[in-house]
T-cell receptor, first 114, second 113 residues
């Protein structure tokens, strides 16, 4: 079946630094990737949708200059949290969708900004 | 600052009993629905899906029911096991939504021994 690998699973960074999260589709080509953020005891909130080779589409209220998304190939999308602050601490989850597959989720990244 | 969020609805069932988790949606254009299971610290795991041209679909120990009239979706888990303890989310996809999923608020299922 379709597998999405997300890395790292946990990261702690200092306030003001940047963190990059990778999302890879291992056995299929992901034409579209989605990035979600999830706070404790809450649902997944879509941050942005990215298509390979084009700019990401951000949801209302999500700062595109702060959450940089790059979908450089059909198997890799990255989310970079720039100048991270404690309020950016959250669980970030990617999802990939290919032509023949449904929505496959990564295992998530727990970001803690100290 | 501290974020204030909604507390997840909870459901506690005895091991071996059947569980029913409900979900309401508001978009009448939604045509595809998925149930996900999310364990603590992990990403959502696909359980079962259903398209709007169906009202029932069965999997292994799980059944999804769709009532389009009242925009209601339910997940039934038969013979609930301790490993079923998790948060369950329904998700919907709507025509013209760029094929993105919209998630419901989730339900915390706890299986009691």
């Amino acid at each position: 079946g379709a597998v999405v690998s997300q890395h790292p699973s946990r990261v702690i960074c200092k306030s003001g630094t940047s963190v990059k999260i990778e999302c890879r589709s291992l056995d299929f080509q992901a034409t579209t990737m989605f990035w979600y953020r999830q706070f404790p005891k809450q649902s997944l909130m879509l941050m942005a949708t990215s298509n390979e080779g084009s700019k990401a589409t951000y949801e209302q209220g999500v700062e595109k200059d702060k959450f940089l998304i790059n979908h450089a190939s059909l198997t890799l999308s990255t989310l970079t949290v720039t100048s991270a602050h404690p309020e950016d601490s959250s669980f970030y989850i990617c999802s990939a969708r290919g032509q023949s597959y449904g929505y496959t989720f990564g295992s998530g990244t727990r970001l803690t900004v100290v | 600052g501290e974020s204030v969020g909604l507390h997840l609805p909870t459901l506690s069932v005895q091991e071996g009993d059947n569980s029913i988790i409900n979900c309401a949606y508001s978009n009448s254009a939604s045509d595809y629905f998925i149930w996900y299971k999310q364990e603590s610290g992990k990403g959502p795991q696909f359980i079962i899906d259903i398209r709007s041209n169906m009202d029932k679909r069965q999997g292994q120990r799980v059944t999804v029911l769709l009532n389009k009239t009242v925009k209601h979706l339910s997940l039934q888990i038969a013979a609930t096991q301790p490993g079923d303890s998790a948060v369950y989310f329904c998700a919907e996809n709507s025509l013209g939504s760029a094929r993105q999923l919209t998630f419901g608020s989730g339900t915390q299922l706890t299986v009691l021994p």
